[in-house]
C-alpha cells in the first residue's frame, strides 16, 4: 500500500470543527496515515494536542509560535511555550516558526529575536524546525546562515521560490523543501525550480486548510489530498507516484525520528 506523510496540515482550527474526524478518516483511507500538525499559537495548543490524543500513532504535535502571531506579550508567551515544550516529549518538532513581513514589517526585530529563541530551543533538543517564511528570503538566509554550525534540521515549509532560492536553502545540510498544492497551480514556476532538487530534499505537505491542489483548488484543504500533489511531482520527476511515496515518506522519517519511530514499533 502507497504511505504519505502530510508534514504540515493545521487539522485542528475552526474550519475543520464539523467533520474533523471524517477528515482524518479520509486522509488515512487515502495513504496518508502520518499528519504533523504544526502549532500556530498558544491558544492553538491545547485543540491540538486533542486532535492528536483523538488519533493516536496518526496526528502528531508541533510547538511553535509563528511570526505573525506575536503580541505585545509574545516574551511570556514564548517561555510558557518552553516549559510546556520540556514537559511534553510528545512534540515531534518546533513550528511553524520562522520570519513575515509580508502583512507587517514593522516588529521585524522582534520576529527575529522570537525566531532566534525558537532556534535555539530546537539546537537544545534536537527536535527539527518547520519554518515559514514569506517577503523575508535574504533575512532568513542570514538568520540560517549565522547557525548553520549548531547542527539543526527542518523543513522550509510551503517552498514556492526559484532554482536560485532552492539551492541556497539547500545549502543547509539537514533540511528539506516542503511542497505542496502550489505545485499543482497552472501558472506556478514551482516545477521548473525543482528541476535540480534531488527528490531526496523534499516532503510532501498540504497547509491545510489553505492552498488546495488542482483540481480541488479554491476548495478547503484536506490531508486527503496529499497524492494529488505526489502526482504532480511524478510527472516532474518522469517516475511513478509509488516511487515518490516511498521517497518522500523516507524522507520525512529521517526530518522526524519521532514519527519514525513510532511507526516502527
Not at 532552492?166 to 516545477?191: E, Q
Request: charged fraction near 25%; charge should be negative; glycine fraction near 6%.
Amino acid at each position: 500500500m502507497i504511505e504519505f506523510v502530510d508534514t504540515h496540515t493545521h487539522l485542528f482550527v475552526p474550519e475543520f470543527a464539523d467533520d474533523a474526524a471524517l477528515a482524518v478518516q479520509r486522509a488515512v483511507d487515502a495513504g496518508v496515515g502520518t499528519l504533523c500538525l504544526p502549532c500556530i499559537d498558544e491558544a492553538s495548543l491545547v485543540p491540538m494536542k486533542d486532535m492528536c490524543d483523538r488519533f493516536p500513532g496518526v496526528c502528531y504535535p508541533m510547538i511553535g509560535l509563528h511570526p505573525t502571531e506575536l503580541g505585545d506579550d509574545w516574551q511570556a508567551v514564548l517561555d510558557r511555550m518552553y516549559k510546556e515544550l520540556k514537559s511534553d516529549d510528545r512534540y515531534i518538532a518546533v513550528g511553524e516558526v520562522g520570519i513575515d513581513l509580508y502583512w507587517d514589517d514593522t516588529r521585524k526585530s522582534e520576529q527575529l529575536d522570537a525566531f532566534q529563541q525558537q532556534i535555539e530551543w530546537a539546537a537544545e533538543t534536537g527536535l527539527p524546525l518547520a519554518i515559514h517564511s514569506r517577503s523575508a528570503f535574504e533575512e532568513l538566509c542570514s538568520v540560517m546562515e549565522s547557525n548553520r554550525s549548531k547542527g539543526l534540521t527542518g523543513v522550509f515549509h510551503c517552498f514556492s521560490g526559484s532554482a536560485e532560492e532552492a539551492r541556497r536553502l539547500l545549502s543547509f545540510d539537514g533540511f528539506y523543501l516542503g511542497i505542496g498544492g502550489v505545485v499543482t497551480y497552472k501558472n506556478s514556476t514551482l516545477p521548473s525550480a525543482l528541476e535540480g532538487v534531488p527528490l531526496e530534499r523534499i516532503v510532501l505537505e498540504t497547509d491545510s486548510p489553505y492552498l488546495a491542489p488542482v483540481p480541488k483548488r479554491g476548495k478547503r484543504n484536506e490531508s486527503s489530498y496529499v497524492p494529488f500533489v505526489a502526482h504532480k511531482l511524478a510527472d516532474i520527476y518522469g517516475c511513478t507516484v509509488e516511487h515518490v511515496a516511498a521517497v518522500t515518506t523516507d524522507n520525512a522519517h529521517r526530518l522526524i525520528p519521532k514519527i519514525a519511530n513510532n511507526e516502527n514499533r
